[in-house]
């Protein structure tokens, strides 16, 4: 049984130690946290499946994933804590470092993430809902941007 740094007759190897700890590091590369902002409201089974495939998305382009609006919903009550879950969503958003914006059309809960990204100037992307990367913005009037959350 050999020891880490020796070899198996127990001496040091620092070659050995040396590619040990090169490949570690190569391996421990940084993933930036992305937040996943996508439909909810209106058909929740088929936006639920959406985003579910969002985020395997996300981890497949090396990111971690972060998706609140499929974990609120488990334990809040939409009609009667929304604003609650809105400050929620919004803290959650402030400590990622990009927020990804998936589908053709966006709710007045992601227009809300959308305005508060740009004031926060966080990096923005933008796919469709087949996971490809476009080039514009969802067409979202300024007013809905506006909405304070």
Known sequence: MSVYGRNQEGYMDPTATKAVEAVSKAEKKYLPLVYICSMCSGDVVSNTEAAKRYRR?????GAIPLAPHLLLHLYM???????????MDMVLLGKCDELWVFGEEASSGMCAEIAIAKRRKKKIRYFDSACNETNRALEIGSERLQEDF
């Open 57 to 61: 998305y996300a981890v497949d382009q």
């Open 77 to 87: 009550k939409e009609e009667s804590e929304r604003e609650l879950a809105m400050f």
